[in-house]
């Protein structure tokens, strides 16, 4: 998941990567003190493309750091809302580069992406120089300048991206970061590098052998609604979206495939929710029908599920379970498919319920449910 | 013929005597896989419905002539397992395991590299050769032997559509999961060029997500002259953009990561794709056709 | 540089390590609050032998929990004083273990060190088991389990410390720390590994990657007194000892070899001043002039430098400036060679100074003048 | 004969264009080390007192056949220096750095052993083989050709002790600095295995300290009953037990560590030990003659 800028720089900054001395503003609170004016005073969201919109004010007082601070407390980015700001020195840049270390399959790990021009624009400019490294202790510095040689010319800034490179390689390696990205990179009047906005994206699963992971698990779980939380807690993966046809399923792959069926088949689905993670996949389902069942927007529900290592007898028994304990009146459609799915409608019969053999009809009853409803 | 698997493979479990490693032993060796061999630290000399129980991957392979691995030990544990399998000399390492830190998975690829073995994983149904042996949980009826070798990003995605192929008479060499992770122990393209050079296989389907740059290798591969044919499935279409959809690697980060941009430029390369999944059928006899 | 358990405890649970959830108490604070009774009082001091010197105190409820944070308060370890103490919850050990992490030249890099038995008596016991590593990436679960089979017949606490191993070492690397001991490692009745106590030495001279690092090498500056603080500023290594023949030399080994033959020759040597460190060693003795001559202990200077890359005649230059500075009369005894000795005694009858040809002879004199004030 | 140094080392210089790597250039060449080449990123091109500068050490060694390299760039910035050199093929890397972290030393030692390469340092004064070549800025007229080989943990111990024995006509094939870091590129006992082979090395002198392990190495070495004969100074008889005295591996953290307990080590194992420095002449002609 990714973190707040200002967690980012404090991560960088305990790694020995010079960041701004910035100060963080917390709603409602007395007039922030900063070490001096101009600053920029920029919301924590974790949405990207936040510079396009507007999400950066720089104040050169503090009426203007004031009024830059209740404007964005109360503007949205994406869908959200920052809970705190960070107003950073106003620095005099000479140059704006684009640094970052990220996971690509294709290197069989870690990359370095360089660019020479950073800032706001970098995904429509040149694409960035790349240098893939593969296991972290395969990193070279000489490789690395062989390959920024030709793009940054000057080779006294070039020396000291290498070194920063290599900081953030083994800054991503060492606290399990997906993607460590500094955009942009400023050199200042005076040659040094500091990274003026920082982003990190931490892998989720490395939560045993790092705590900070952990917390911020945490924090997403506190900031989910508590329908959902129920729901995040079991290790689902679950993204709403705006149609009405709800979908419990099992793998992503699946998941997708059984949206965009849904979509060519006239309906609009109302969610990804992939319930398969986690060991207790079959108990699991329940807060997956208390978050549905509870969602006003959510007409049907279509239960896909196509199982290898999840069993079709338990899935069942747990539909049978859930079926008896659920209070809406919702319609739910199943489509059960995979190991043991032979012994899936003796379990149905108990309950009145009918297991569709195939995608199609399931999701066709589904759409002509969610248009009668 | 098939790819990477079949019953020649000698297989270790490591992780035997956990509940995963004993149905393994019972349904996988059900199937026709030649499991010889188990490891659970602590617990050797036992054994599993007849599997013999050692200390060390190393102890396995040399009393049985393993030369295969299959993973069954919880996430935190899994680079650590298949390491050791790696060193103890099994050529094919198969982890089915989600929730890995990639790092790990970099350093049991970094490992595989150095020992010329390769990963199959992790966050993958695994590896299956219908009729002959397979490596995960995936339902055996859906399979049958056949012309089609089928490369998945997605588990589940790869039983609905080989269960397809398999009800229209078309059958699969092999069917690998190559995993939803953003580092894979086996790619798209190194699939690829394995069915390439797998004389049985005539076409390949490939079953691909959003996100990610796998789609590129397919595409590079189809443009070549000497390419066999390769139908596909994007998944993903009615996803929103900048949302992870369960796969750390399904997310549509940029324009090329998008349906749109993936199911022109795979078609622009002559891959057949399919507009959905009941398009499965359709476009492998497509493919299996060009192959004549 | 050693940091305090209390520190080492916070590092090792930020990645994932169980330690008990303790109470940091200051002194003149209130009455602490403590999650429940008993509670083992620590000083918090960095020199070793702790546990025997009485440094730890069970303290079953809150009057005696006073009583022990005003003994420990006022209790000398070593020639430290605690600064703070750490009151940890007292668990219901089953076992207790060692289990460390260091560096060992032998190793070629990193080594984990394993006992069955831990406590305070593990240097008088059998030896650890020893699996060196090397290269961090190089650690391998199989291998230490190979290592601890004959040592550690419980396999289900053995996977319990093969899998701690890698997360100490991990961190040792990614934290450039020396040292991780964890001592004792405690075996709770329900099976937990917890890390009862924690020792971490960090590598100084990564402070540049580390902020902790940075921190604590300030935290030494700030500890140390005004004099003192000058010179290890300046990088030098000194340590104090108890005679009157204070030695400013170069390098670690020919500063030993000197004290070595002051000794020999009759002499004590007030201390080890290694000044050849940083790359201002020559202007850099003026702090380590103004230190020994501050020091009430120290009769006579002996300056012994024999250089190589660090050249004699700006060595005697320097020398010639400290001594035009210095107010204190105390003698000081010359003994330069290496590198552009030849120019030496020109420079050194500009101001009457005498440099002796070799260390015999200076440190004859030396332990002379030291008898005779 | 003499170890690992003489005038058939091809001598690339990291960092050239630095002071150090300067007058390194003027005097090790003037003392008789063949410098070849010298590598400075972004300087390519120039030339550091007629020695041509590369833009990396491949180029450089491609270029001019350098086969060995100096390192003289700043501590942060020597393990990417000394490994660049190690992976463009030199066998023998000497850096003389302190204020190294060890973990940058251990990936190096790694590296160069991975390679067939040695390193010798870092916090070391290098090695000098008098009379044929220098890697470091050892006072030249301290060191003079004979047949003692030095080893030494401490550098201006090394002048210190070289001077005495050279101002007595026991002259030395090479004084090896090992350095005083825990974790070393060339130990005392691998010090020791190459003045074994050194035909024209008749008795080695070891300069040691309290703290570390590598005494016991020197020990271990002169029980051979083919060892040559050893002579050793151990410095720190006055140096109290807990405290770090300049080196990081110089401190007496338990009984072995000691001074006392390593001489009595080393006199059991037939080691002629120096009580101080006036008594290295003594005990090196004592080995000499015992070579005889």
């Known amino acids: 998941m990714m973190i707040l800028e200002h967690e980012a720089k404090a991560l960088l900054r305990s790694v020995g990567v010079a960041v701004p001395k910035g100060t963080l503003i917390k709603p409602g609170a007395r007039a922030p003190r900063v070490l001096g004016y101009p600053v920029a005073v920029k919301a924590q969201v974790r949405s990207g493309g936040r510079g396009k919109q507007g999400g950066v004010i720089r104040a050169n007082n503090a009426a203007a750091l004031k009024a830059a601070a209740r404007k964005l407390f109360s503007t949205s980015f994406g869908d959200e809302k920052p809970e705190v700001l ?16 990220t996971i690509d399959g294709a290197a069989e790990g870690y990359v370095v992406l360089y660019s020479p021009q950073g800032g706001i624009d970098i995904e429509s400019g ?17 490789e690395l300048r062989a390959v920024l040689e030709t793009v940054e010319k000057d080779f006294q800034l070039r020396e000291r991206v290498i070194f920063l490179a290599q900081r953030l390689l083994e800054t991503a390696a060492a606290r399990d970061c997906h993607t460590i990205e500094i955009n942009p990179l400023a050199r200042l009047k005076d040659g040094e590098l500091i990274a003026l906005d920082a982003k990190i994206v931490y892998d989720d699963w490395a939560h045993y052998r790092n705590a900070d992971i952990l917390a911020q698990r945490e924090g997403e779980l506190r900031r989910a609604d508590a329908l959902q939380r129920a729901s995040l807690a079991m290790g689902h993966m679950y993204v709403k979206l705006d149609g009405d046809i709800a979908l419990i399923s099992g793998g992503a792959g699946m998941t997708m495939g059984a949206m965009d069926m849904i979509k060519a088949y006239g309906g ?16 699991g389902y329940k807060p997956a029908f208390a978050m549905l069942d509870a969602d006003p927007t959510v007409k049907v529900i279509l239960v896909s599920v196509f199982g290898g290592g999840t069993h079709m007898n338990r899935v069942a028994r747990s539909m049978k379970e859930n079926m008896a304990m659920r209070k809406s009146k919702k319609p739910v459609v199943f489509r059960l498919d995979g190991t043991y799915v032979d012994q899936v409608p003796a379990i149905f019969d108990t309950f009145g319920a009918k297991n569709h053999a195939s995608l199609e009809t399931a999701v066709k009853e589904a759409v002509k449910l969610a248009r009668a409803a | 013929m098939s790819i990477l698997l079949d019953q020649s493979n000698r297989v270790l479990v490591m992780g035997v005597t956990g509940n995963y490693g004993k149905f393994f032993v019972t349904d996988s060796g059900g199937y026709g896989t030649t499991v010889v061999a188990g490891v659970s630290p602590g617990r050797g000399g036992s054994d599993v419905d007849g599997v013999p129980v050692f200390e060390s991957a190393a102890a396995a392979c040399m009393a049985t002539g393993a ?19 790696i060193e103890a000399g099994c050529k094919l390492v198969v982890a089915t395991a989600d929730e890995m830190p990639v790092r790990d998975t970099i350093e049991i690829r970094a490992a595989a590299k150095a020992n ?31 012309p089609m070798g089928v490369i998945s990003r997605s588990g589940s995605l790869s039983y609905e559509s080989s269960k397809r192929l398999t009800l229209a008479g078309i059958g699969q060499t092999t069917v690998i999961g190559i995993g939803g992770d953003p580092v894979k ?12 050079l797998d004389p049985e296989t005539t076409a390949i389907m490939y079953l691909g997500e959003i996100g990610g740059s796998e789609e590129a290798a397919v595409a590079e591969y189809a443009a070549r002259k000497d390419a066999k044919p390769v139908a596909a499935l994007i998944v993903g279409k009615t996803a929103p953009p900048g949302k992870k959809m369960g796969h750390a690697a399904a997310l549509v980060g940029n324009k090329a990561d998008s349906h749109a941009a993936k199911t022109k430029m795979l078609a622009k390369n002559g891959v057949y794709v399919c507009k959905d999944l009941t398009d499965i059928v359709a476009q492998a006899r497509n493919a299996l056709n060009a192959a004549k």
Chains 1, 3 share one sequence.
């Open chain 1, 86 to 101: 960070l107003a950073d020195p106003w620095l005099p840049i000479d140059r704006e580069l684009y640094l970052s270390v």
């Open chain 1, 126 to 142: 040149v694409p960035p120089a790349r240098y893939p490294i593969g296991a972290p202790w395969k990193f070279r510095a000489h």
């Open chain 2, 185 to 196: 122990g086996t790619t798209a393209a190194e699939a690829l060029a394995l069915f390439h």
């Open chain 2, 116 to 146: 010329g073995a390769r990963l199959v994983g992790p966050n993958s149904p695994g590896i299956i050769s219908p009729g002959k042996a397979k490596m995960g949980f995936m339902p055996s009826f859906c399979f049958t032997r056949g």
């Open chain 2, 67 to 85: 030369d295969t691995a299959m993973v069954f030990v919880p996430p935190p544990l899994v680079r650590a397992a298949a390491i050791e399998a």
């Open chain 1, 268 to 283: 609009k689905p109302a969610c990804f929710l992939d319930a398969s993670p986690g060991p207790t996949s079959t108990r």
